[in-house]
Each structure stands twice: as structure tokens, then as C-alpha cells.
């Protein structure tokens, strides 16, 4: 037996849309990495981007448990000193609910150009409508308990 590894010109990618509505984060996000990576599928090539598109929509109705909605704390830097800029997690909720699931997701995907391939194919939206009907996207439906 061979060891199957997919080739670039071999790659079929579809397009899913992902409710986040009611969703818990982490559990969410998880499962998004997987469909962008191409975990789900039996050609999975760890080195090659063989994932879906994923369109995220109701990124705004997210929800989070314990008590990290009072003590969690985005971090970023400006790249000049003294530049750490924290943000609470309610302020994100409030004014960029779209990051608050990138953040998530990016930390779950590898940490190299790779990486970078596969965010580009995350779109992300506050409410319930999307401009990508014309790919006719299926529907996921993410499982409940992550």
C-alpha cells in the first residue's frame, strides 16, 4: 500500500456557512479550523491547503462562558514602545464582534504562510446576510458540544 498525498491540482473546495448564533467560541472556532485546514476530508495533505471556504454569519450573537466576559482581555501592539494595547472582551463584543472569532480561529491554524492561506478563506459577519450566494454555499451545522 501507498501513502495517498494530494496534489494542488487535485484540491475541490466547497462552501460552507457556519451559524454562530447561541455558539460557544472556542467550541465554534475549533471546528471552523478543521473545515479550513481540511481535517474533515479523506485526502487531508497536512502540507497543503485542501480546506473549504467557511462564511461565518451572526458573529455577533456569539456567546462565551464563566466569567470571561468580565475578565478576558484581547492584546495587541503597535510596534512602537510602550505600544501594548488591551481590549475587553465586552468593548470587542460591542464594537468588532468579526474579531473576536479570527482571533480564535488564527490561533488554532499553523503559524506559517500555510496558516495565512488558510484565514484568507474565512469571511465573517456580524448579522445574517452574506454577499456569497452566487457559491452557493451548504449549510454546516457545528455539533453542540464542540
Do not use: C
Not at 447561541?22 to 480546506?51: C, E, N, W
Not at 457559491?135 to 464542540?146: K, L, M
Amino acid at each position: 500500500m501507498k501513502t495517498y498525498s494530494q496534489k494542488a491540482a487535485e484540491v475541490q473546495r466547497d462552501w460552507l456557512v457556519v451559524d454562530a448564533a447561541g455558539q460557544v467560541v472556542g467550541r465554534l472556532a475549533t471546528q471552523i479550523a478543521i473545515l479550513l485546514r481540511g481535517k474533515h476530508k479523506p485526502t487531508f495533505t497536512p502540507s497543503l491547503d485542501g480546506g473549504d471556504f467557511v462564511v461565518v454569519v451572526n458573529a455577533a450573537k456569539i456567546r462565551i462562558t464563566g466569567r470571561k466576559a468580565e475578565q478576558k482581555v484581547y492584546y495587541r501592539h503597535t510596534g512602537y514602545p510602550g505600544g501594548l494595547r488591551e481590549t475587553p472582551y465586552k468593548t470587542m463584543l460591542a464594537k468588532n464582534p468579526h474579531r473576536i472569532i479570527r482571533f480564535a480561529v488564527r490561533g488554532m491554524l499553523p503559524k506559517n504562510k500555510l496558516g495565512h492561506q488558510l484565514l484568507a478563506k474565512l469571511r465573517i459577519y456580524n448579522g445574517p446576510a452574506h454577499p456569497h450566494a452566487a457559491q452557493q454555499p451548504q449549510v454546516y451545522v457545528p455539533r453542540p458540544n464542540g
